[in-house]
């Protein structure tokens, strides 16, 4: 594996990202921006629907507006991520920070499951004017404390690179 992780970081492009000048810091600009996107994206929504805010938005009517703003900012976030961890993934592939943030993302993505294809199945009966179930205020509060994680890790992880 970790031949593997090294041919990546040789690869042109990842040369490029990690000895120009601005390669690596403007992925990270972006990154950051679309991470705060994301998060913000998912904060509404997680919000909503643990009963904390937005009372007077339907849960429906929220996903609708702000689920393709997530998708998208998601999108540019894994690109950036990616090409960032390229530049020096051998060194990524042992930070504890990183993989906390990645073993994160991805229990972030079994609650999203978990959430739309058995709570949401029945959002008619709560989407409107009456508390969400406790599935879903429970999914809702998660998302919201591992996106959090997330975060936070993500900040981390530049503390946890070692030469």
Do not use: C
């Not at 998060?39 to 909503?48: K, V, Y």
């Amino acid at each position: 594996m970790t031949a593997l992780l090294h041919w990546v970081e040789t690869t042109p492009l990842a040369i490029f990202i990690s000895q120009s000048t601005y390669g690596f810091s403007a992925l990270d600009m972006v990154h950051v921006a679309a991470i705060s996107v994301v998060f913000g994206m998912i904060a509404i929504l997680d919000l909503r629907l643990s009963g904390v805010a937005f009372p007077e938005f339907s849960i429906t009517d929220l996903s609708r507006q702000v689920l393709p703003w997530t998708w998208s900012a998601f999108a540019v976030a894994a690109i950036t991520g990616m090409l960032m961890f390229m530049g020096q993934a051998v060194k990524y592939s042992a930070n504890f920070a990183f993989l906390v943030k990645i073993a994160l993302m991805a229990l972030a993505g079994l609650n999203m499951l978990v959430f739309h294809f058995i709570t949401f199945r029945g959002v008619a009966k709560w989407d409107h004017g009456v508390a969400a179930p406790l599935s879903a205020r429970l999914a809702g509060a998660l998302s919201l404390a591992i996106w959090i994680a997330v975060a936070a890790y993500g900040r981390f992880t530049a503390y946890y690179m070692f030469p």
